[in-house]
């Protein structure tokens, strides 16, 4: 089977960015950026983005085009193409294609709530609702979390999270040129007009009550930016720093692994990977920065701004952003425009999410494209039912914490380090400059080396002590919910241990002469690689 191929440079880099713009940047951002020290926190954030974040996605897409040469899209077979002799490498190379599926589950159904929003914004659904309370009774009502004059059952909620469903495996069906590229081409743009034409509006706002003159934009940026120095020794601020940075720039998957299999072996890295990570940084710096929080201070005041920051990124997004957007002239349409951005943007993130697992089982069991599709819609299907049934049960929290967060870092770490140590910083450099249209600075081959790795297994470390340990010991759970949370643990392993099993399956197949990767696709293949 002929491997797939991007249709552009543009095409690629399109499909990164989508991956990385999403819910991330425009409501987990700003209420990091809030609860850990406004201005402040953008140090460790660009820290962060300099030393983790840009070289993971150098490391990343180098190891996704050097796996693609020897016919592998996921991590199981790259990580067993950089370092043949070990036999184990490839059962760690399984979190990459378990992490994204974990978070798909669940950032699918959010994705469909964004969806139902939009036609609810349109049609003026929840212009009753004005005040907090009220708007909240319509959130928990649509989540089938109460009963209420809004909605008597889930029925809404789980007929459009069929329709964002049935969207996302659509565009997979139709593959990575015709279906990924095709719906970034044009997500990503719309997306970025209804983003500036929002921020436009909140940055020109004046203070809508004659009494209160603080309540200005520029006193809502500035509780967003001005630097609160003191933070900066809690470690958390940092921990919170480079989690934002893991999650908004989807590194640390897998799944920018996957797309960049599909590039041909002269195809640039160094650059396109930059422009990606870049798009994704204005995204989310510039158009997050001056969306809800300043609007939000605007309508709400310094008192109140507080304890919307603490309430967390969906009550921003679905309960304070509707409150305000309906006090403007048009309030129906920004509505509508406010939902549909995120929906695009959590459809270009969510697409990059199943492809891994799609690729697996084209690559590893031959499967065709659309097999492979409908093999994942049917897991995917099975493993959202918990997420949305049980959602008051803290399970989206436990598949957030594993594969939003856990995943990540630890899937970063191994990455940087089979890459600098393993494969060798030699090897690797030549290796991202294969057809490289930029020279990397050359600072950077001692930061890959030494020091992501460092950071990487200082953040894991910090990171397990201060919230792993308590979080997996299920401290602070409440005691209706343990038994909902260890379920889907169960679940989790089960599906981890199935993955793996795939794994050992599949190399046991290649292990007869017939099946094995063809010698054609090994000539293929970069510079300085060794045997199969
Ligand atoms: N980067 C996405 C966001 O900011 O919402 C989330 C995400 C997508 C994380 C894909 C990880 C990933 F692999």
Redo the contacts with the bound molecule.
Sequence with gaps: MAREKWGSKLGIILAVAG???????FL?FPVQAARNGGGAFMIPYFIALLLLGLPLIWVEWTIGRFGGGFGHSTAPGMFHSMWEKNKFIKYFGVIGIF??IV?FVY?IYIESWLLGYSFFALFGKYNACTTRETMTAFLRGYQGLAQNEHFSGIAPAYLFYLAAFAINIFIIWFGVSKGIERACEWALPILFIFAVVLAVRVLTLGSPDPAKPENNVINGLGYLWNPQWAKLTNAKVWLAAAGQIF????CG???ILTYASYLRKQDDVALSGLTAAGT?ELAEVILGGSIVIPAAFVFFGPTEIGKIAAAGPFDLGFVTMPLVLQKMVFGNILGFMWFMLLFL??IT??I??AQPAVAFLEDEFNLSKKKASMVLAGVTFALTQPAIFFIGNGVVDELDFWG?TFC?VLFGTIEAILFAWVFGMERAWTEMHAGSDITIPRVYRFIIKYITPVFLLLVLGFWFYQEGIDFILLKGAEKGNIPYIIATRLMLVVFFVVLSYMVWRAWKRRATPTTGVGANQYNQSNVGRGNQ
């Design positions: 991956s990385a713009i999403g819910l991330g940047n987990r992490g994204p978070i950032y999650f908004t720039l989807s998957i897998g799944v994704n943007a959590g993130s969510s990059s999410l939003g990540l």
